[in-house]
């Protein structure tokens, strides 16, 4: 699904022009996300098992 079509066309307008940050509980209740979980930190391991790689 489209940007524009699960959060608007206002909305996506604000995140292209605005340049800021959105926050995880904004995207959540602009319905840019399904849901929010905890960070699991940089040695998390990946759906698939394997380390992810560093940044």
């Known amino acids: 699904?489209?940007?524009p079509r699960r959060i608007g066309r206002?909305?996506?307008l604000h995140l292209a022009l605005g340049g800021g940050p959105l926050g995880a509980a904004d995207a959540l209740e602009?319905?840019?996300v399904d849901a929010v979980g905890a960070w699991a930190g940089p040695?998390?391991?990946s759906?698939?098992?394997r380390p992810?790689?560093?940044r």
Do not use: H, K, Q
């Open 52 to 54: 992810r790689p560093a």
């Open 30 to 32: 602009w319905g840019l």
């Open 1 to 3: 699904m489209s940007i």
């Open 43 to 45: 040695d998390a391991v």
């Open 47 to 49: 759906r698939a098992g």
């Open 10 to 12: 206002w909305r996506t």
